[in-house]
């Protein structure tokens, strides 16, 4: 189990439930909270420990993603946010590329 607690920096300080020290969650300036692991913590890590600093993201992101997403493209946009990825149609041709008339 993943506690945080809060940090000096304004974010987040992420322990394990023995108390050990995992990292840091620190907000980026894009507003979007990210994982910053503690120097020096080696090892292995079990996909549960990771699934629960992704869900912590996910809980701390939530209200910030969706407000994104309404100061974009409205309040039922479901195709903006963190995660979207534009088509080249909505971006136009990548960096390079011609349109075949050499433009």
């Known amino acids: 189990m993943i506690e945080l607690r809060p940090a000096n920096s304004g974010g987040y300080r992420a322990y394990y439930g023995n108390g050990y020290l995992l ?5 980026e300036v894009d507003g979007y909270y990210v994982w910053w692991p503690q120097d020096g913590v080696g090892g292995f890590w079990t996909d549960n420990v990771l699934r629960e600093i992704a869900d912590c993201l996910q809980k701390l992101n939530a209200e910030w993603d969706n407000q994104v997403r309404r100061d974009c493209c409205g309040p039922s946009s479901e195709s903006v946010g963190r ?3 534009p088509s080249q149609e909505e971006t136009g041709p990548v960096l390079g590329e011609t349109n075949g008339n050499g433009l």
Request: proline residues 0%.
């Open 83 to 85: 995660n979207y990825i």
């Open 23 to 27: 990292g840091d969650i620190l907000k």
